[in-house]
């Protein structure tokens, strides 16, 4: 008479404490790079943009006596006009019209892209029953973007000269709490092409005479011309 020997068995539960702890173990070491591997992401995203940002500053400048977008200029009837003052949504509005850089979310960090509530252009145009055209910035709060600008460079100033940056209100040449990427950091765009990310930019930068600069308004010939998202986004 033969008998069925049931040969299968389960694991222990020593296997089984064995494979949860290696899954432990690679989850702790995936799970952070994966994260790493999406901020590096974003940052090149940001990176690029604000290349973007530098290379239409420069076409605007190209069609506009060698000089990139002013501190007193901004989209009226006929175009670029002189106006009182102006802020950064003045700024982005005059790049997508003369240079083309249409989509608003050029000026917003992909760290914190839910910050651009706004919808349409950087600009608008609008056409009375008379056929008038006029020309003015797109809706947007100032606030709503993460980066800031230079006002009133010119293509022969230094080509370490920052034009546009990630918005910074930490103190010194530190980023804060509130920036796009908390205190790890930002990027600045110069006048040259580059864009470089920095942790701390004091001490890294050069001052229009040839110094060092200690923050970034050490860095430009005119602080007052830099162009803040001051504000906040608009809910």
């Known amino acids: 008479m033969n008998?069925?020997?049931?040969?299968?068995?389960?694991?222990?539960?020593?296997?089984?404490?064995?494979?949860?702890?290696?899954?432990?173990?690679?989850g702790a070491i995936i799970f952070p790079t994966v994260g790493q591997f999406r901020t590096l992401a974003k940052k090149s995203s940001d990176s690029s943009d604000l290349r973007?940002?530098?290379?239409?500053?420069?076409?605007?400048?190209?069609?506009?006596?060698?000089?990139?977008?002013?501190?007193?200029?901004?989209?009226g009837n006929t175009g670029?006009?002189?106006?009182?003052?102006?802020?950064?949504?003045?700024?982005?509005?005059?790049?997508?019209?003369?240079?083309?850089?249409?989509?608003?979310?050029v000026w917003v960090s992909a760290n914190e892209n839910n910050r651009l509530q706004t919808t349409g252009?950087?600009?608008?145009?609008?056409?009375?029953?008379?056929?008038?055209?006029?020309?003015a910035p797109g809706n947007f709060d100032p606030g709503e973007f993460s980066y800031s600008y230079v006002t009133g460079l010119n293509t022969f100033d230094s080509s370490t000269t920052p034009v546009v940056y990630t918005r910074q209100s930490g103190t010194g040449g530190r980023w804060g709490p509130n920036d796009p990427y908390?205190?790890?950091?930002?990027?600045?765009?110069?006048?040259?092409?580059?864009?470089?990310?920095y942790e701390?930019?004091?001490?890294q930068l050069i001052t229009p005479d040839g110094g060092t600069a200690n923050t970034i308004a050490d860095a430009v010939r005119e602080p007052s011309d830099i162009r803040e998202p001051t504000t906040a986004p608009s809910n």
């Not at 530098?54 to 007193?72: D, I, W």
């Not at 670029?80 to 979310?105: G, H, M, R």
């Not at 609008?126 to 008038?132: F, K, L, R």
């Not at 908390?182 to 990310?197: D, P």
């Open 182 to 197: 908390s205190t790890e950091g930002g990027h600045i765009a110069f006048l040259g092409g580059n864009v470089n990310w």
């Open 200 to 203: 701390d930019v004091t001490g």
């Open 80 to 105: 670029v006009e002189t106006t009182s003052d102006n802020d950064i949504v003045d700024v982005a509005a005059i790049l997508a019209y003369e240079a083309d850089l249409n989509d608003p979310k």
């Open 52 to 75: 973007d940002i530098v290379q239409a500053s420069l076409l605007f400048a190209s069609q506009n006596g060698e000089r990139l977008v002013g501190p007193q200029q901004t989209l």
């Open 3 to 26: 008998h069925k020997i049931n040969t299968k068995k389960g694991f222990t539960l020593i296997e089984v404490l064995t494979v949860i702890a290696i899954l432990a173990i690679l």
């Open 121 to 135: 252009g950087l600009y608008v145009r609008t056409t009375t029953t008379e056929g008038v055209s006029s020309l």
